[in-house]
């Protein structure tokens, strides 16, 4: 979809669906926008009859379709209920921008222009970014498979935002692509994770990492397992080992001192001092079968997505790219499928990890820990970060605790988990503070080895969690459980069906003035 801000007047756009946002009526008084005004005017007061019939409230989401008979440019004209006014935040947007969005597939409209709303709190840019993410993410459908369906219902193609402001137009332009290439980038994470697991194993997921690292600048490094046994990555041989589809690991690199595709260019004095750097660490299980401790087969299916922490990796590192952010972020994926097999790790089987530490397998189907016990620490000792952040669909505890309305928040360091709920908060991506007691740590303690992968059913988030801990030595370390949140049936106005490439924007929001924000 192909995105512009403008500063016309609705009635003189071209379109082939105007949409006109109206506040939820008060004693079935409208109090129009003056554009809207200016279209109703143009329409012979149309608008106001059908709002003065009470057809139309203008609840949150609702809509009605009006038909111009040629006295504007515009094809159709979409009201769009937009609820209380008060109410209205940046998430309203990304949802309006949905539903609108929806309206256009609806009436095959290829084109739309909408009337940005003022919102109380929010300034322009905000405005016009939050419609732009809303748009771009509701274009997004999971139709690779399907060729029939590709011209059942095409999206629409061209959409402007319509803004009365013309000294903020160049913000206003800013930010709408700052949207754009948040949610392009969420919308590649979805894809990932969508994709079924014969067509993206870890080999695959490596080769997707590496074609976004080459469209948009990233280094990019890919271990296989020649590589992985020199490194001694204990923990991802003995999960990727049950599968002929080996692991992987997948390093992508954004530092913006390094000029990509302009080899041996002398850097400055300035780029080479040390910037900050931050990982971000994936769970890449490609599929989890649950290995020798096999799953119940019910929903199974759903486990293509055990990679989305990977996914939301790759995503987040193409936008930090894209957008220029002045510090380092590296992102580092464990990839591998957990496979039953006579070559599959075991319950019983002690397995020693990168690091040293040994780990009782008590369960193959504790197998996120064990991957990202090397990736954590690799990107501990090898990058020296200032704070690591990871992302895994790590617990179905999780899911029963927090369900899918937010993402599970533990961490060792009370700024970094509280710049990360912030994060959350504001891009509507809900992470919800856990405990990480002294209690779990000691609850992981093995008899035979230095850990357990598991403690059995109590707590096993916070346990889980705990595990991961011992992998990252002392530096600032989140981890985000988004075993409920990584993808639903229909999550949002904005969201369909399958994977929502949540983390994304929550991470870019996070690293976005980095260094201003002294979290650590
Ligand atoms: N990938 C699953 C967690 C999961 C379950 C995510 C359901 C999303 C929905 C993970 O590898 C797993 O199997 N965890 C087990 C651990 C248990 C064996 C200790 C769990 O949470 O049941
Ligand atoms: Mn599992
Ligand atoms: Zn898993």
Known sequence: ????????????????????????LEGGQWRPSPRAAAVDRALGGRIAAVIASGDFRGKMGEGLLLYPNAEIPAERVQLLGLGEEGELDAESLRCLAGHAVDAARNRRAASIAICAPRVRGLRLPQITQALAEGLVLASYRFDTYRERDKDAAPSVKRASLLIDRPAALKAARDACRTGVVLAESQNLSRQLSNEPANALPPAQLANAAKRVAREVGLGARVMDVAELKKHRMGGILAVGGG???TPRLIVLDHDPRSKRGKKGAKRSAESARRLPTVCLVGKGITFDSGGISIKPSAAMDEMKHDMSGAAAVIGALRACALLKLPIRVVGVIAAAENMPSSTAYRPGDVVTTMSGKTVEILNTDAEGRVVLADALHYANTKFKPE?????????GACVVALGKWATGLFGSHEGLIEAVRTAGESTAERAWPMPLWEVHRKAVRSDVADIKNTTGRDASSSTAAAFLANFVGDTPWVHLD?????????????LKKGATGVGVRLLVELLQGWKEKQIV
Do not use: H
């Open 243 to 245: 599968s002929a589809n």
């Open 482 to 494: 988004i075993a409920g949140t990584a993808w639903g049936n229909k999550p949002s106005p904005y």
């Open 1 to 24: 979809m192909q995105i512009t801000v403008e500063t016309r007047n609705a009635i003189d756009v071209r379109t082939a669906m105007l949409v006109l946002l109206v506040p939820k």
């Open 387 to 395: 704070a690591i952040v990871d992302l895994a669909t790590l617990t």
